[in-house]
C-alpha cells in the first residue's frame, strides 16, 4: 500500500482526505467519538506539514440528497474541539460551498464538506456516475489519502474512483487497522474463537460460510441467535428473524459438524413483549421463548457459557452485541463478553461501530483489548480474506 510519504511534501497542497465519521447521534449528541478521534493521526500529520486539508465523509443513511438529519455539523464541532481549531463545513458536497471553502484554505487547516451520501452518485452501482463525481472532487484537490476504514471494503466514489483521479496514498488508521487484523488472518494463534451478534443478520449470516474455514469455535448471539435457534426447530416469538436464511444456517450447522468446528448457541435467552427501555424482561429456556415476546438478549446461563468458551481463546474477534445493549436490562449478555475478552491473554480484536461503542459506553477500558476496529463490515470481509477495493487501489 502506498504511504503518505510516497506523496512526497505536501506543504501548500490541498489533500483530500476520506475519513470515517460515521459516529452514533442522539439528537445532535454525539455519544461515542471514536471514530472521530482515531481518524486525528493522518488529520493532524497532514496539518502539521502544511497540508491544506479537506475532509470528506459520511454519516448514517440519507437517501442521496441532502438531509439535515444527517449533516456533520456535530462532526465538525467535535473535530474542532479535538484538534484545537475551528473545522469549516461546508454548505455542500462538491458544489460552490465546498469549492469555495476549498479555495480558501490556509497551510495546516483543516475542512470538512457535506456528507458525501448527500449525493446519489457516491453510492451508485454505475461506474460512470461515480466516476463523474469523483472528477467533481478531484477538481477540489491536489492530493488524495484514503483513511475510512470503515468503507473501504465499498466501491464508493469517496473510497474507490478518487484514487483513480489524483495522487493517493493510505493513511495512518488504514494501515493501522491492517496490521492489527492481519494477525487474526496469518496464522492465528488458536483457539480462534469468533463471536458474531448484532443486528445486521442477512450481512452477517454471509460471513459465516467463510469463518468456518478458519475458527475453532463461533459463539452466536444478538439478533442472529434466533435464526440458529429456528434452524433447530425452536419457536422464536417475535424476535428478529431471517426466515428464508433458516436452510442456509442448517447448512452451516452440518458444515460446522463435518469440520468439528464448534458452534455455540444461546441456551437462555432475556425475552420481552416490546423492544423498549423499561420493558419488563423475563429469562426463558432457548427452546422456550413465548409466541407474543421477542428476545432482546442472550441470558445469564448463555452469558456465562460463552464467558468461558472466550477464556481460553488464543485469538477472538468479536462482531456484533449480544444484546440491546443500549438499554441496561439486555445488557449482560454483551458485558459478559466485553468482560471475558478484556480478561482474557488472547489476542482481542472487537470490530463494528456498536460494538466498539458498547466496549466504551459500558465503561471498559480499551487498553485490555489488543485492537478495537473502526471498521464492521470492513473489518469481517478482511477477516474473510476477501478482496477490498479501497485497499487494491491504493497497491503500489
Ligand atoms: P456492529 O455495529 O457492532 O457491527 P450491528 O450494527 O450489526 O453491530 O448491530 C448492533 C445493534 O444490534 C445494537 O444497536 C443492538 O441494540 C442490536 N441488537 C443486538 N441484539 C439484538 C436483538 N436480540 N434484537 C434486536 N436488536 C439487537
Ligand atoms: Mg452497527
Do not use: C
Not at 483543516?110 to 448527500?118: D, G, M, P, Q, T
Amino acid at each position: 500500500m502506498k504511504t503518505l510519504e510516497s506523496l512526497g511534501d505536501v506543504r501548500g497542497k490541498t489533500v483530500l482526505v476520506r475519513s470515517d465519521f460515521n459516529v452514533p447521534l442522539d439528537g445532535d449528541t454525539i455519544t461515542d467519538d471514536g471514530r472521530i478521534k482515531a481518524a486525528l493521526p493522518t488529520l493532524t500529520r497532514l496539518a502539521e506539514a502544511g497540508a491544506k486539508v479537506l475532509v470528506m465523509a459520511h454519516l448514517g443513511r440519507p437517501k442521496g440528497k441532502p438531509d439535515p438529519k444527517f449533516s456533520l455539523a456535530p462532526v465538525a464541532k467535535r473535530l474542532g474541539e479535538l484538534v484545537g481549531q475551528d473545522v469549516v463545513l461546508a454548505e455542500d458536497t462538491v458544489g460552490e460551498s465546498a469549492k469555495q471553502v476549498a479555495a480558501s484554505l490556509e497551510e495546516g487547516q483543516i475542512a470538512l464538506v457535506e456528507n458525501v451520501r448527500f449525493d446519489g452518485r457516491e453510492t451508485s452501482k454505475d461506474d460512470a456516475e461515480r466516476s463523474a463525481l469523483a472528477e467533481e472532487y478531484a477538481a477540489l484537490a491536489d492530493l488524495y489519502v484514503s483513511d475510512g476504514f470503515g468503507v473501504v471494503h465499498r466501491k464508493q466514489a469517496s473510497v474507490y474512483d478518487i484514487a483513480q483521479k489524483l495522487p493517493s496514498a493510505a493513511g495512518e488508521l488504514v494501515f493501522k487497522e491492517i496490521d492489527s487484523l492481519s494477525k487474526a488472518t496469518n496464522n492465528p494463534d488458536r483457539p480462534y474463537v469468533v463471536i458474531l451478534g448484532g443486528s445486521k443478520v442477512s450481512d452477517k449470516l454471509g460471513v459465516i460460510k467463510n469463518l468456518l474455514e478458519k475458527a475453532d469455535r463461533l459463539l452466536i448471539g444478538g439478533g442472529m441467535a434466533f435464526t440458529f435457534l429456528k434452524a433447530q426447530g425452536y419457536g422464536v416469538g417475535s424476535s428478529l428473524l431471517e426466515e428464508d436464511q433458516v436452510d442456509t444456517v442448517k447448512g452451516y450447522l452440518e458444515t460446522a459438524k463435518e469440520r468439528g468446528v464448534e458452534i455455540v448457541l444461546p441456551v437462555d435467552v432475556v425475552v420481552a413483549p416490546e423492544f423498549k427501555a423499561d420493558a419488563p424482561a423475563t429469562v426463558v429456556d432457548a427452546d422456550s421463548i413465548p409466541d407474543d415476546q421477542m428476545g432482546l438478549d442472550i441470558g445469564p446461563k448463555s452469558a456465562e457459557l460463552y464467558a468461558s468458551k472466550i477464556a481460553d481463546a488464543k485469538t477472538v474477534v468479536w462482531n456484533g452485541p449480544m444484546g440491546v445493549f443500549e438499554f441496561d436490562a439486555f445488557a449482560g449478555g454483551t458485558k459478559a463478553v466485553a468482560q471475558a475478552m478484556s480478561d482474557g491473554s488472547g489476542y482481542s480484536i472487537v470490530g463494528g461501530g456498536d460494538s466498539a461503542a458498547a466496549v466504551r459506553t459500558l465503561g471498559f477500558d480499551e487498553a485490555t483489548f489488543s485492537h478495537i476496529s473502526t471498521g464492521g463490515g470492513a473489518s469481517l470481509e478482511f477477516l474473510e480474506g476477501k478482496d477490498l477495493p479501497g485497499i487494491s487501489i491504493l497497491e503500489d
